[in-house]
């Protein structure tokens, strides 16, 4: 009995344990990742066809985490902390991040003083010096480079640290198939010596694992990964493979076509166990068909993205557009 009384006094108060859960858990993200409550040492997978926005979306919250709470008497509500991005398949324009950051820096101010026009406003370039401090951008060419990466992740991590003064918020990995076929076509064959490991695609993603779960113990993040889709159901016809295109029920020669839906190709798993096992949270996007164009609600053609959440399972499917000055949830 005494150990119950023990266990249920009281050891902190509500504002040191506020203080202490407000500094470990990030606040909700932005659209389409905000239905979840999502804290440090969590493993999203963010999965779907090419091009569905997975980077974009990645770039959105990379810039909602560098951008200040508040710059010379403007809020920007940002977390101002820093991003750790590794770039797999080696396609992210930094310019394009500069773009995103600048546009929506410009959106804050187009609300505050009203601004009608882009011509109207000077951009700050000492703020956008900061936010770009705080991105931290690895370019890797194949597996073993990825791994070089990820065990000297935490020296990094600590340098930048103390360099900025910011800590880490998100570890952003797009895409983490991007290896798959070449790990998977190369030949089994010892490295070195006969007492390592064989190169194939489950030992290099283990490895992969095991070198997250010790950089997330010592310095804990959490970690957005992309990941393409692969269509396998070889059961299929070519033309439901193709899963985004919408037909009409006659074309132009008068002969009557077939309209494929994206609800109803399969796509499998290729990953190892050992990535599978390791994410915490999975969701699936992708475009969604014509009737949930963005011009229903909008005066623009603008194309509408569908988000659902396989990991946990959610029961309904989230509309979103993708702009440049940010993510925004059609309903």
Same mark, same amino acid.
């Given at each position: ?91 992210? *324009?930094? =310019?394009?991040? /500069?773009?995103? #950051? $600048?546009?929506?820096? !410009? ?7 009203? &601004? ?25 060419? *194949?597996? =073993?480079?990825? /791994?070089?990466? #990820? $065990?000297?992740?935490? !020296? ?7 360099? &900025? ?61 992309t990941k393409a889709t692969i269509f ?100």
């Amino acid at each position: 009995m005494a150990d119950v009384r023990e266990w249920i006094t009281t050891d902190e108060t509500a504002e040191t344990y506020y203080s202490r859960v407000s500094t470990s858990r990030p606040p909700l993200l932005l659209p389409p990742l905000h239905r979840l409550p999502l804290r440090p040492g969590n493993v999203v997978e963010i999965v779907g066809p090419s091009p569905s926005a997975k980077t974009h979306i990645l770039l959105q919250v990379a810039i909602d985490c560098i951008l200040p709470k508040e710059w010379k008497g403007v809020s920007y509500g940002g977390l101002e902390k820093s991003v750790m991005f590794i770039d797999l398949d080696c396609r992210l *324009d930094i =310019l394009r991040l /500069l773009q995103l #950051l $600048k546009l929506r820096i !410009y959106s804050f101010h187009q609300v505050n003083n009203e &601004l009608h026009s882009v011509r109207d406003w000077t951009c700050d370039e000492e703020l956008i010096h900061n936010c770009l401090e705080r991105f931290l951008y690895v370019r890797c060419y *194949d597996s =073993l480079e990825f /791994l070089a990466t #990820l $065990k000297t992740l935490n !020296y990094q991590l600590q340098t930048k640290r103390k360099k &900025l003064a910011s800590k880490v918020c998100f570890l952003m990995i797009d895409s983490i198939g991007a290896y798959y076929w070449v790990d998977r076509a190369s030949t089994s064959m010892p490295l070195g010596s006969n007492n390592r490991k064989l190169f194939s695609l489950q030992s290099v993603m283990e490895a992969v694992v095991c070198e997250m779960k010790n950089c997330l113990q010592v310095q804990p993040m959490l970690v957005l990964a992309t990941k393409a889709t692969i269509f396998g159901d070889k059961s299929v016809t070519n033309d439901i493979k193709r899963p985004f295109r919408k037909w009409s029920s006659q074309d132009a020669s008068g002969q009557h076509t077939i309209e494929s839906s994206s609800e109803n190709v399969l796509h499998r798993e290729y990953m190892p166990s050992a990535w599978q096992s390791f994410v915490t949270q999975r969701i699936s996007v992708r475009p969604s068909s014509s009737e949930y164009c963005a011009s229903n609600y909008d005066t623009t053609d603008e194309q509408v993205y569908l988000a659902q959440w396989l990991l946990p399972p959610l029961g309904f499917k989230d509309k979103f557009v993708v702009k440049d000055a940010g993510i925004s949830v059609v309903l």
